[in-house]
């Protein structure tokens, strides 16, 4: 089951202008650490907030990741709010789900989760490099979708109407 925890000011008036404003001054984010088991280049989430923390703040935003415990799901959502001075809000979320249950993979996923969340709530980009640190998932998807089995859901028709009515 996919829990859906998308939330926004009901006026955006006032966020939507400064956000604008906040991504022409954004420069993308240079990679800045190496895979060491792919040994592909990727910027780490302190790279991505010291390198668009300054513009946010100047342009009065801040961001907040939260983890949060649903007993009713039994899973664990990360929610990541993009506030503004004004009292408005863009949130996001999303279901971890890390592929080992011990301390370091569920750290490690949540830094990797938090990092793709940040960058997509505000919009910023990794400068492309030699490659990014999905190029092994994204040829792990491609060789997975030639199998009859598969199933690769990337949004459902739920998910599309929700985005279509904001």
Same mark, same amino acid.
């Given at each position: 089951m996919c829990f859906d925890y998308n939330d926004r000011s009901e006026d955006l008036s006032k966020l939507i202008p400064a956000l604008v404003k906040a991504q022409s001054e954004m420069q993308s984010v240079a990679p800045d650490s190496v895979n060491s088991h792919f040994k592909n280049k990727y910027a780490v989430l302190s790279g991505v907030v010291k390198g668009t923390r300054s513009v946010l703040c100047t342009n009065g935003f801040s961001v907040i990741q939260p983890i949060v415990y649903y007993p009713d799901h039994e899973c664990n959502i990360l =929610?990541?709010?993009l506030l503004h001075e004004s009292g408005q809000y863009l949130s996001s979320s999303c279901r971890l789900r890390p592929s080992k249950d011990d301390a370091q993979a569920m750290g490690a996923? /949540?830094?990797?989760?938090? +990092?793709? #969340?940040y960058c997509?709530? &505000? *919009? =910023? =980009? &990794? #400068? %492309? !490099? !030699? %490659? @990014? !640190? @999905? *190029? %092994?998932?994204? +040829?792990q998807m491609r060789k997975n979708?030639?199998?009859? @089995?598969? +199933?690769? %859901?990337? &949004?459902? @028709?739920?998910?599309? #109407?929700? /985005?279509?009515?904001?």
């Open positions: =929610v990541t709010t996923y /949540i830094t990797y989760m938090k +990092r793709y #969340a997509a709530l &505000i *919009g =910023v =980009v &990794i #400068a %492309e !490099d !030699d %490659e @990014d !640190d @999905d *190029g %092994e998932f994204d +040829r979708s030639n199998k009859p @089995d598969s +199933r690769n %859901e990337f &949004i459902s @028709d739920q998910q599309l #109407a929700h /985005i279509k009515s904001l």
